[in-house]
């Protein structure tokens, strides 16, 4: 095989029928006894699933609070934009994605569009009540929008950096745990810059192009009971000093101590579906009696209809 392919080749299910076919010597065939392209439609299936639930979710999430479906539709178009952006930067820098890489896109933290539009909706909604709404309408309103976009821009711009300098520590990772989650610095840092460059540009354009007319802030009942709630709890916390005080610190101090019952282990666990089995066996014992219990249990083994295959080192 290797005079044929001197090059590292990766098999696939066609390879593997022409060597068989036409390469191999009669009787010697190759049995493909194990496909991690299972595994690998799993996780690209689950980082799919993830990816739109997330999308919808941070949607319906910003439409709740914001209540405007124009708004909520200039947020949710930074998500697919932003990751457009992160894996056109991996492709120029030549490095792949994984699922821990990919999972760890928070949509939260790339849709600070969402800050910007609701700081425009304000001042545009002011403005209309100011002045009237049909008056608002015929009104150019490129100057506000412009205006608080720079100013709201700056905080936005100070926040990303500093994300961006949290992920410094880990491109020093080294051998397992730098192939590991050094895709994982590169996905998060080159999503963020894009979530950066498309809410300083486009949004605003959006918004202008979109929310130029009838604009109005609406009584959101769902954010109305989280502001009386959380006022409540405000006020009842600040007029018990000391007892919030106290509370904090136990709180602190119970957080530190289940730190403590947390395992050490850095790496994650992936579980593909393969169960490794490890029987000992007493030192004395031949080689001919430990082939013959090695066989009882692949036999047990076999005897499952879940198990495709089994294995013997």
Request: aromatic share 10%; net charge neutral; proline share 4%.
């Amino acid at each position: 095989i290797m005079e044929v392919f001197p090059e590292p080749i990766r098999l696939i299910p066609s390879e593997i029928i022409n060597l068989n076919t036409k390469i191999l010597p009669e009787g010697v065939k190759i049995k493909e006894f194990y496909n991690r392209q299972t595994l690998l439609d799993f996780c690209i299936e689950t980082v799919t699933h993830n990816l739109i639930e997330g999308i919808v979710l941070v949607t319906l999430i910003v439409l709740i609070f914001l209540a405007d479906w124009r708004a909520s539709l200039i947020v949710s178009m930074i998500i697919p934009l932003s990751l457009l952006f992160d894996f056109t930067c991996l492709k120029l820098l030549g490095m792949n994605v994984n699922l821990l890489s990919l999972g760890a896109v928070d949509f939260g933290i790339i849709i600070d569009g969402t800050v910007v539009v609701e700081g425009l909706m304000v001042v545009l909604a002011e403005k209309a009540h100011e002045v009237g709404m049909e008056r608002f309408n015929g009104l150019a309103k490129l100057s506000m929008i412009r205006r608080t976009g720079s100013s709201m821009g700056k905080a936005i711009f100070t926040s990303k950096i500093i994300i961006l300098v949290a992920l410094l520590p880990i491109f020093a990772f080294q051998k397992v745990e730098g192939k590991m989650f050094t895709p994982l610095a590169w996905t998060l840092g080159s999503a963020l810059v894009g979530a950066l460059i498309f809410t300083l540009t486009l949004v605003p354009v959006l918004v202008s192009m979109m929310m130029n007319k009838n604009v109005k802030e609406k009584s959101n009942f769902f954010v109305n009971a989280i502001l009386k709630y959380s006022m409540m709890f405000f006020y009842y916390c600040f007029g018990h000093k000391s007892q919030t005080f106290i509370a904090t610190i136990i709180f602190t101090i119970v957080g530190f101590w289940t730190l403590s019952l947390h395992g050490t282990e850095f790496l994650p666990q992936l579980n593909e579906g393969s169960i490794y089995v490890r029987a000992n066996m007493p030192r004395s014992i031949s080689l001919d009696e430990s082939v013959r219990y090695a066989n009882q249990m692949r036999k047990v083994f076999e005897g499952y209809p879940e198990v495709p295959d089994v294995l013997l080192p």
